[in-house]
DNA sequence: GAGTTTGAAACT
DNA sequence: CAGTTTCAAACTC
């Protein structure tokens, strides 16, 4: 499978054009999680690199491509004594570090509340207070957007530039970073903000820093800069069409390991740092990171993103993030500094090859390389974590040949993969971890920290106890996850072990070929309406369901015996529980509010059971009342026999969706679906099979919602693998108005495949 | 911290 | 597929 997963972007670009006011354009960037806004075309010559955010739902194990040894290879080919010749290279770097004290979504993607400060260092390293760029509040997201309402000249000049840089502005809530739900980013809150820096002269600027005004909501990233483009920031990473060519996937592979490995030696050098080996993130981890960067201790560490979507996607594709292990970091290990700069250092051999070093209050420490794709947008927002490396999983699954796990191509052999899934955040993130602060964390046994798990915390945190099945058994919460275990596991014989990579990829890749669906998510979050807020998102632990069901005998899913109790969601009809009295909500569809809320968090897990069982409740109803339900043959959900099909619900659990509204008719398709309308003349309402012909990249969703039927139907598209499973269709009533919506991953596919076909 | 309970995972 | 065993987390004391 070639080029499915990687159209070429020109063609890309003209079809944005000819499409912007097409109803499929719409649709399109109804589903993408970056806004469509204004100006499409300024992106275009950038499309490459604009970031496309991906909710940890799309974060499957099985997708994960790349050896983590591979990187590791990658990094012992830095050679850092190259970075000595960054001075004559007059290689440049830019730290972007943007900020933006959003407090709210935004709505339509044009507006980025909040300052931009775009610090341009013209010295050595040094950062200059003077030289602090203060952005318009008003700055944009894309540079081609006619409310970039610079007031200043420079200003302007930023913002409408003719070689764009293009960033993903991570517009979030901030307060839905505080609930510390590992879903709490939502694609409606992150925002594509494309601007450009090549107004700005940086001739001689060797840094150029975007600092936040505002720490707590500040997200930050680094921007490497061509070494040999004087007239574009970030050229060589943001080839122009017209100026540059585009970076082969060879190089922007090497470009990222060495980032990559630049995050690994400074990690190894005693920083504590997000490594973009491990800390890539995909999915949840958005949300995560951003609880890590908002809670972590003094405040400074900053989130180095990767940079350019092509090349972030390579390699985040097939990276798995691994819980970060807080540990104690001297002031002036952090190199989430406010003050930290990257710079970039270019090979003379090969110009093209990259690195990055860390340069840190004005010193230029060249074995603190980091990378300036190493780290993702994701992480943005917030300020302050400190971080541990650690060695993600590789994906068994990819069985990438040796070449191509050297190469990390980015395309793995099925080609599916979107350019969604491969931005994946390029770091580790936990997002358990990130609620507390590592003292908190420390002080807390394993046993203490797995209670945390039940106040929403994701997975990435595993500390296994494993005595027997050396960790490469189901039974090892680690393992189970799809993460290495890490020091604070007290596990015995542990094989889940980067050094034992070959291992563990052997026995994942067995219990895989036993079920596909091993590592995958146990619980999926039935997303069938759109949250308007994180709020609705953070509190609908019913709308979730286990995917298999429970067992309980003895327990009555009042305890942490019960997986569905323990995830926090409610039992269904998938259960074979005996006396189900889950507060969440029992198998038969009732909720025991004020029931036994026997957790440790009691009153947060009643609350949850409440507004799950108002969800609920309504859920139900409307399904009852919804005439096509009635003849909507019952969805396969993709799962295994025992699977059940989802309970609707009425918030979305995972990830703000940007709905395409749409009336009536035939069904809007995005590229890859083939709408089979069935008989569009009936009377009776008609169906819509929307049917997608491609490899499912990862996991994902495709939902609707349909104004007629006041009821919202969700769909998850769910593959343990990277196999498309046909059964998993969605099928529309057609016969009303209905919102399509789907999930970055979702959006990914329709982008990387052809023009959508009607009818 | 040790022992028990529990249910998922693994095995037959 | 069902029954049994193994395992480690959850829980209790």
Request: with cysteine.
């Amino acid at each position: 499978m070639m080029e499915m997963g990687t159209p070429d972007k020109t063609q890309i670009s003209n079809t944005i054009s000819h499409f912007e006011d097409s109803p499929v354009f719409n649709y399109l960037n109804s589903l993408s999680p970056i806004k469509p806004d204004k100006s499409t075309h300024v992106a275009q010559p950038f499309s490459s690199l604009t970031f496309a955010l991906l909710p940890s739902i799309f974060a499957s194990p099985q997708v994960n491509s790349h050896k983590e040894s591979r990187f590791l290879k990658r990094s012992q080919e830095l050679d850092l004594e190259n970075a000595k010749d960054q001075s004559e290279n007059e290689s440049k770097v830019a730290a972007v570090n943007f900020a933006n004290n959003t407090t709210g979504q935004n709505e339509n993607g044009t507006e980025l509340p909040g300052k931009f400060y775009v610090t341009i260092n013209a010295g050595e390293t040094s950062i200059s207070p003077a030289d602090v760029i203060e952005l318009s509040q008003t700055l944009k997201y894309d540079s081609g957007s006619p409310d970039c309402n610079s007031t200043s000249p420079k200003e302007n000049a930023e913002c409408h530039p003719p070689d764009g840089l293009h960033l993903l502005q991570h517009s979030e809530d901030h307060e839905s970073k505080e609930k510390g739900d590992a879903e709490g980013i939502s694609g409606q809150n992150r925002e594509l903000m494309q601007f450009s820096l090549d107004g700005l002269d940086l001739k001689s600027t060797d840094l150029l820093i975007f600092s936040s005004p505002n720490d707590a909501s500040a997200f930050r990233g680094l921007v490497q800069i061509s070494p040999d483009t004087s007239n574009g920031l970030l050229a060589s990473m943001v080839p122009n069409a017209a100026q540059h060519e585009m970076l082969t996937a060879s190089e922007n592979r090497r470009l990222l390991l060495h980032q990559a490995s630049a995050v690994e030696q400074y990690e190894t050098e005693g920083h504590s740092f997000l490594s973009s080996e491990s800390h890539f993130s995909n999915g949840d981890a958005q949300t995560e990171m951003d609880e890590c960067f908002d809670k972590g201790k003094g405040g400074d560490t900053k989130a180095l993103v990767p940079y350019g979507s092509k090349m972030s996607a390579d390699l985040h594709r097939g990276i798995r993030r691994r819980c970060l292990d807080f540990e104690p970091t001297q002031p002036n290990q952090k190199i989430c500094d406010s003050s930290l700069a990257v710079q970039q250092v270019t090979d003379n051999k090969e110009s093209k090859d990259k690195r990055l070093i860390l340069v840190k209050q004005g010193v230029t420490t060249e074995k603190r390389i980091l990378p300036g794709i190493g780290l993702h947008l994701n992480a943005l927002t917030s300020s302050s974590k400190t971080f541990k490396h650690e060695t993600m999983l590789p994906d068994p699954s990819s069985q990438l040949s040796t070449a191509d796990q050297d190469n990390l191509n980015p395309v793995n052999s099925e080609n599916e993969v979107d350019p969604t899934v491969k931005s994946l955040p390029l770091m580790e993130y936990d997002p358990t971890c990130a609620s507390m602060n590592y003292e908190e964390l420390n002080q807390l046994s394993p046993r203490k920290k797995r209670h945390r798990d039940l106040s929403g915390e994701p997975e990435s945190c595993k500390r296994c106890n494993c005595k027997k099945s050396k960790c490469l058994k189901l039974y090892c919460e680690c393992f189970a996850a799809g993460v290495y275990c890490i020091e604070p596991c007290a596990c015995q014989d542990c094989l889940n072990k980067p050094i034992h990579e070959e291992t563990v990829l052997a026995t994942r890749k067995q219990i895989e070929s036993r079920n596909p669906l091993a590592f995958a998510p146990k619980v999926i979050r039935s997303s069938d309406t759109v949250a308007e807020t994180w709020d609705e998102i953070n509190k609908t632990p019913a709308s979730a369901r286990h995917k298999r069901g429970c067992n309980c005998k003895k327990s009555n899913c009042l305890k942490k015996y019960c997986e569905c109790y323990q995830e926090g969601v409610g039992c269904s009809i998938n259960c074979r529980c005996e006396g189900c009295k889950n507060a969440f909500g029992t198998k038969d569809g009732t909720i025991l509010a004020g029931a036994d809320c026997e957790m440790e968090e009691d009153s947060e897990n009643c609350e949850k059971s409440a507004v799950a069982q108002k969800n609920m409740e309504l859920n139900d109803s409307l399904l009852l009342s919804t005439p096509s339900e009635l003849n909507r043959p019952v969805l396969p959900m993709g799962f295994p026999p025992k699977a059940k099909q989802l309970r609707s619900s009425l918030v979305s659990s995972s990830y703000s969706i940007r709905p395409y509204q749409r009336t009536g008719g035939s069904g809007l398709l995005g590229p890859g679906l083939k709408a089979r309308q069935t008989n569009p003349e009936d009377e009776i309402p008609r169906h819509t099979l929307w049917r997608c012909s491609h490899h499912w990249p990862n996991e994902g969703r495709l939902s609707y919602q349909q104004e007629g039927l006041s009821s919202s139907c969700g769909l998850w598209f769910y593959t343990g693998s990277t196999e498309w499973r046909p059964e998993a269709d969605l099928e529309i009533d057609s016969g009303f108005p209905f919102t399509l919506l789907a999930q970055p991953g979702v959006n990914s596919l329709f982008e990387n495949a052809s023009r959508p076909s009607f009818g």
